[in-house]
């Protein structure tokens, strides 16, 4: 079974940072392209952040440079390391999961989101 899992969000100072953890089922990991987006209220979803099975990273022009993508194979996580953040940053930010069209599997998977709020 496909299952997600985000922590990490918070409150945090512009300028300051956090780091956000997706735990992703074992039997789909090795082969899913995993990433990160972002909803706030009253916004369509956005992609931040995509990183491949092979560890290719792709990253959104407005968090370019702040934000790093990377996935742990051994631990079944993706992390987002997100530096110099800024109130428009504020979201819920959602893990997903890309399972290619082969895999019984097949097809988009969620988390449940966690909150990151960026205010003085």
């Known amino acids: 079974q496909v299952q997600l899992v985000e922590s990490g969000g918070g409150l945090v100072q512009p300028g300051g940072s956090l780091r956000l953890s997706c735990a992703a089922s074992?039997?789909?990991?090795?082969?899913?392209?995993m990433g990160w987006y972002r909803q706030a209220p009253g916004n369509e979803r956005e992609l931040v952040a995509t990183v491949t099975n092979g560890g290719a990273t792709s990253t959104a022009d407005s968090v370019k440079g702040r934000f790093t993508i990377s996935r742990d194979s051994a631990k079944n996580t993706v992390s987002l390391q997100m530096n110099s953040l800024k109130p428009e940053d504020t979201a819920v930010y959602y893990c997903?999961?890309?399972?290619?069209?082969?895999?019984?599997?097949?097809?988009?998977?969620w988390g449940q989101g966690t909150q990151v709020t960026v205010s003085p």
């Open positions: 997903n999961a890309d399972v290619p069209q082969w895999s019984l599997y097949s097809g988009r998977y």
């Open positions: 074992g039997n789909i990991f090795s082969f899913a392209t």
